[in-house]
């Protein structure tokens, strides 16, 4: 029996970020590349960038729901534990989050970032959401503050000085 909580523990997280829009601003996407070495000994990390539409004040609307559709897709080839990013999410504090991504070692984990015009109705009715704040961060702030969530998670649940 410790043998298996051993082996369950020394698992790595599975974990997919799937992100609308690409980092344009060259400091975040240093912090973000920061992170995702800092990740790399304790999780299987993969990010897949789903391109964000144009659109224009007439456009919104359709521009919203072709992303919509086309998280949709991917969201049900991956599989998982799904969790859409929103301020109107469930919140947690650093180490509720850690507790919640032990309870989930073993499963792949999906984290899911919108883009400016945030999810469709249809995404928001089928998956659970999570907020990083009740205030609202574009795309590429969400992806940092997540990213450095998930290493202070990992952190606190090995006992790493990292959270204080």
């Known amino acids: 029996m410790d043998s298996q909580v051993i082996f369950i523990k020394n ?13 344009k601003n060259e400091n975040l996407r240093i912090a973000c590349d ?28 359709k521009a919203k729901k072709i ?4 998280l949709l897709k991917l969201l049900e080839s991956l599989g998982g534990a799904i969790f859409l990013l929103s ?21 792949k984990i ?5 883009g400016s015009l945030g999810f469709n109705d249809e ?21 940092l503050i997540l990213l450095e969530q998930i290493y202070r998670a990992i952190c606190i649940e090995k006992g790493k000085e990292y959270h204080y």
């Open 67 to 70: 992303e919509g559709e086309k």
């Open 11 to 23: 698992k790595m997280l599975d974990i997919n970020l799937v992100v609308v829009g690409k980092i």
């Open 123 to 143: 995404l928001i009715g089928k998956y659970p959401s999570i907020s990083l704040s009740p205030l609202t961060f574009t795309h590429e702030m969400a992806r």
């Open 87 to 107: 301020e109107h999410g469930n919140q947690f504090n650093s180490l509720s989050f850690s507790n919640k991504l032990e309870k989930l070692d073993g499963k």
């Open 34 to 61: 920061d992170y995702q070495k800092r990740l790399k000994p304790f999780s299987k990390l993969k990010i897949q960038e789903i391109k964000a539409e144009s659109f224009s004040d007439s456009t919104k609307d």
């Open 110 to 114: 999906v984290f899911v970032i919108a």
